[in-house]
């Protein structure tokens, strides 16, 4: 099959990620720090889980991305612009549920621009495409170095956080084969089934993400009450380890977009329609919704399965888009879907859309799946208990080993894929576990004396800042807080009323901020905003975001900008009664004529960031302030300093100084 679209990146035949695909998903990477040509990511921490793409046999940095400004200036389909889309906030988050709480133009623009990313110059192809080519990373060895991690090295994470599971009963022929197996085949399917969907809540706090490669994901068999005899329900239960455990191949799908409200003031909104419903799909998955059959049987009867469902869940990593998949639409196995579902099979038109009440305000948490899919012919049954047929047959594997049900050890590994002549293949990657043993009963009590003793507590805790509600300096501590994720009690000084001499006296330098914090039992004070930032940095150096660099020369530049920035030019630092205009237009001369070095220094192949970097470090911390304070005094920024107001545009859109400045 040959793609139409071609990709600089190295594909290899087969892969699951072409440049058609474009999943998403969440990652962490295992590198201790990723340092190239002298510019460091401080925005998120080496190990930090955050959104990400893939293609071919690379995880995608998207928040790298975001930050380096390649997903900016997006437009939707009809080349309008994105408003009120922020991907540098929305990308830096360990899950995917800010960008999911998009709309579909969103993720259809962020996927196109990706796309352009990757393309190879198609000028040798017959493609008409409205995607063209955008050569920013394949030109950026450093960002590319810095953005792109092979996907054997990296570690998957829950995509979304999951507010609410729903698994549905979807599959005929599944559904079918059960009921025969406890009904009989005359009455195989409850009345109920053809006429509305048939599902339950599953427990959204134990759907675990598959691993990938070597790193293989496990579940542990669990335990509960098994009937003595299964003919005679009378003799009670015994208390022990699954013994009939199975898997079920599913398909589930992530719910995206907006509330679905009538009116800002309506809390709980509307059911959707169908049509509505096309444009809330976020992607798929592939699911393994383990079950204990044996604990099923004893306590489903009257409410439905409980602990024999909601002990584990296995979702495949990257969220697969409908955008990916929409060339791929065919016929289901019973062809046209009828009655309620909004097709009228009779005369084969469309129905008016009809209000999905199972679907009432549907968020952008909500995981839905399809529950079991089975096909008509023995080999394409979804599960061990078809299979087997209720444990009734020995299911050959590898013509070595057999099994009725799965043992401790075994691992089940689903891979699922769309592949047609045009297109590369568009796949889910892996969804896959391996089942532990069930933990020994009665369970063995630990001695948790000892570990109540060793538990390390904060030695800096219960921060207040007070500063000047003018002072620059205590704008830049409070934006220092906020990227190192501390929570901080803020008193605002105000220093023209009469509270003024009071204030001296608590603060000498009374526009400088004061960092008050307990060391343990004892007090302690700071004061000035580069010390208090630089302690931050040190006494939290696993929380949070990264403010200064780890390599010696970008460490350098960053105090360089910062001590420029921060120079005093009177005892009292930044109050406006003190500045001078023509003082603060030296000063930013001189940071504009560094920065514009710095910036020519890579040829091009640099981040937004004051020092080149690919993410905010100290030295924007200490300049977005200084800027504003600039500016209240009437200097002629465009004039003096145009390379720190470029600066200034990414920093303006990056979460640490939205909430700040």
């Not at 977009?257 to 592939?286: C, H, M």
């Not at 406006?576 to 091009?604: A, C, I, P, Q, W």
């Not at 920024?637 to 100084?657: S, Y």
Request: hydrophobic letters at 35%; aromatic letters at 8%.
């Amino acid at each position: 099959m040959t793609p139409a679209r071609k990709s600089w990146v190295n594909i290899p035949e087969n892969c699951d990620f072409s440049i058609d695909n474009i999943p998403f998903g969440v990652c962490s990477f295992p590198e201790t720090t990723r340092e190239a040509a002298g510019f460091t990511v401080p925005v998120l921490q080496p190990g930090a889980p955050r959104c990400c793409t893939a293609i071919g046999n690379y995880a995608v940095d998207l928040h790298l991305l975001a930050e380096a400004g390649l997903l900016d200036d997006l437009r939707t389909s009809g080349y309008e612009a994105l408003v009120d889309f922020h991907p540098r906030v929305v990308f830096s988050q360990p899950t995917l549920n800010s960008f999911m709480a998009t709309e579909k133009n969103v993720w259809v623009a962020v996927r196109n621009r990706l796309i352009s990313l990757f393309m190879e110059n198609n000028d040798n192809t017959q493609v008409e495409s409205p995607i063209v080519q955008d050569p920013r990373l394949k030109d950026n060895l450093p960002l590319r170095n810095l953005a792109m991690h092979s996907l054997e090295s990296v570690t998957c994470h829950l995509p979304a956080t999951i507010g609410d599971y729903t698994d549905f009963y979807s599959s005929r022929e599944h559904a079918t084969n059960v009921g025969i197996m406890f009904r009989g085949k005359d009455n195989a399917l409850q009345p109920n089934w053809l006429h509305m969907p048939i599902g339950y809540h599953g427990r959204s706090s134990s759907i675990f993400a598959s691993g990938n490669g070597s790193k293989m994901a496990t579940i542990r068999r669990p335990c509960g009450q098994l009937q003595i005899d299964p003919n005679d329900p009378l003799k009670g239960s015994d208390y022990g380890p699954c013994k009939l455990m199975d898997f079920e191949l599913e398909v589930a799908f992530f719910v995206g977009g907006k509330p679905n409200r009538d009116s800002v003031a309506q809390q709980i909104g509307r059911p959707i329609t169908l049509e509505e419903a096309k444009d809330r799909i976020f992607g798929y998955v592939l699911m393994n919704d383990w079950s204990a059959r044996d604990i099923q049987k004893w306590e489903y009867v009257p409410l439905g399965p409980f602990t024999s469902k909601n002990f584990a869940t296995t979702i495949s990593p990257w969220i697969i888009t409908p955008m990916a998949l929409e060339q791929f639409r065919c016929e289901t196995s019973a062809k046209v879907q009828g009655g309620n579902g909004g097709f009228d099979t009779l005369s084969g038109q469309r129905e008016d859309p009809v209000p999905l009440e199972y679907l009432q305000d549907p968020n952008y948490r909500d995981l839905l799946a399809s529950g079991t899919i089975s096909g008509k012919e023995h080999k394409n049954f979804g599960s061990m208990l078809e299979l087997s047929w209720k444990g009734s047959q020995e299911v050959e594997l590898n013509g070595e080993e057999t099994r009725k049900f799965l043992k401790d050890g075994d691992a089940v590994i689903m891979r699922g894929w769309c592949e047609r002549d045009g297109s590369g293949r568009v796949g889910f990657g892996e969804c896959s576990a391996r089942v532990l043993p069930a933990n020994p009963f009665p369970y063995e009590q630990r001695d948790t004396s000892q570990h109540s003793l060793q538990t390390n507590e904060p030695r800096f805790t219960k921060f207040k800042l007070r500063g000047s509600s003018r002072s620059s300096f205590t704008k830049q501590v409070s934006i220092a807080l906020t990227a190192k994720s501390i929570p901080c009690l803020q008193e605002t000084l105000q220093p023209h009323q009469d509270e003024f001499a009071d204030d001296v006296l608590k603060n000498p330098m009374h526009n400088m901020p004061t960092l008050e914090f307990m060391d343990r039992d004892r007090p302690v004070k700071i004061t000035q905003s580069l010390p208090i930032i630089e302690f931050l940095e040190c006494s939290f150096p696993d929380q949070g975001a990264r403010l200064l660099p780890a390599d010696p020369l970008a460490l350098a530049k960053v105090k360089e900008v910062a001590s420029i920035l921060n120079s005093p030019i009177h005892p009292f630092g930044g109050s406006d009664e003190y500045f001078e205009k023509t003082s603060m237009e030296k000063r930013l001369l001189l940071v504009n004529s560094v920065l514009r070095l710095y910036h020519s220094e890579s040829d091009g192949s640099t981040g937004p960031f004051a020092i080149g970097s690919f993410g905010p470090t100290l030295a924007d911390i200490c300049m977005v302030p200084q800027l504003q304070d600039a500016r209240m005094l009437g200097i002629d920024l465009d004039k003096v300093c145009p390379v720190l107001l470029h600066v200034e545009r990414a920093c303006n859109d990056h979460q640490w100084f939205m909430s700040n400045v």
